[in-house]
């Protein structure tokens, strides 16, 4: 079964909204991370957080995390009709340093 | 930058055949992955490789094998191909699980 698991699966917005992508994960992590995959491509990796961190900035994204609830959101803001994609989380499991486990992915659509 | 490269695109191959996917990365990276991407699913993890000849399975390496002989390539291969191993395979690469992964282009693999 999947460590991760986004919500929602699919997104819909109007360009300069904000869009907010949430993962939830089983066992106890190392760090989360997430990634961005544009239609039929590899993934790109867009922000890390250590399980010590609770919040992370990077330009318009914005990564909270909250261990006690083993769950994680990506804000992004002021969207623009790029950032259509899909959005992956992958976590780094604590009894295994080597494993990066991906969610199912939240599809965004931003329209223009 | 960072660059991993997938020997193949798209790939046609027939049931019962031996089929070879390569990765190459171009940054001493010590860790290597493969996976494959269907619809709903996310990414699953087949098997990931943390130094050369070493090798540990993910979540599904029923049907699959690799091989790890140089630092820079990392090999999956479908021992007889099957139709339900018509799928997206993407490879990726990290210095460590503590930063992000590189990832392939990915390559579209239909058996038939």
């Known amino acids: 079964s999947q460590q991760g698991e986004e919500d929602p699966q699919a997104l819909s917005i109007q360009e300069g909204e904000n869009a907010t992508m949430n993962c939830s994960y089983k066992?106890?992590?190392?760090?989360l991370q997430w990634y961005r995959q544009n239609s039929g491509r590899g993934l790109v990796h867009l922000i890390l957080i250590r399980s010590n961190e609770r919040e992370k900035h990077s330009g318009r994204l914005r990564v909270t995390l909250d261990t006690s609830k083993k769950s994680s959101s990506l804000l992004i803001t002021a969207s623009r009709a790029a950032d259509t994609a899909s959005y992956f989380c992958a976590t780094v499991l604590m009894d295994s340093s080597y494993k990066l486990i991906f969610g199912s992915g939240t599809r965004l659509l931003v329209r223009p | 930058d960072v660059k991993v490269t997938q020997s193949s695109r798209y790939l046609v191959k027939r049931t019962g055949e031996k089929v070879f996917l390569e990765c190459v990365q171009d940054m001493d990276h010590e860790n290597m992955f493969w996976y494959r991407q269907d619809p709903g699913l996310g990414l699953r993890l087949i098997y990931f490789s943390y130094d050369v000849k070493m090798k540990e399975k993910g979540d599904i390496p029923e049907g699959y094998s690799v091989s790890r002989e140089k630092k820079e390539r990392f090999s999956l291969i479908l021992e007889s191909a099957s139709t339900n191993q018509t799928s997206m395979y993407l490879c990726a690469s990290s210095l460590s699980v503590r930063v992000g992964a590189f990832f392939g282009q990915g390559t579209r693999l239909t058996v038939v």
């Open positions: 066992t106890s992590i190392n760090n």
